[in-house]
Nanobody, 118 residues
């Protein structure tokens, strides 16, 4: 079982930066692919970024070059550094974990609100 707790959300002006953190419980953190998703009001949840157990990363086209995902296995924490934020980045951001051998994200955090003002 993995529990995920996000932090670091808040209100920022367009062009600013925020760093989200996701702390995971459990001793097998390093064996999970970790992802960030977001959901804006009235829209479906969408993929933002992911990092595998081998540190391979992937990003949505909308955030490439602006967001960076990283992980610290010693701290069981995954980060999302968000730069050059835009109003359209406003959403609830969710951390998720995918266990090895499973093709969907089977653990989810509660989410943290990110609001970007214009």
């Amino acid at each position: 079982q993995v529990q995920l707790v996000e932090s670091g959300g808040g209100l920022v002006q367009a062009g600013g930066s925020l760093r989200l953190s996701c702390a995971a419980s459990g001793r097998t953190f390093s064996r999970h692919t970790m992802g960030w998703f977001r959901q804006a009001p009235g829209k479906a949840r969408e993929f933002v970024a992911a990092i595998s157990w081998s540190d391979s990363t992937s990003y949505a086209d909308s955030v490439k070059g602006r967001f960076t995902i990283s992980r610290d296995n010693a701290k069981s924490t995954v980060y999302l550094q968000m730069n050059s934020l835009k109003p359209e980045d406003t959403a609830v951001y969710y951390c998720a974990a995918r266990s090895i051998g499973i093709d969907y994200y089977n653990y989810w955090g509660q989410g943290t609100q990110v609001t970007v003002s214009s």
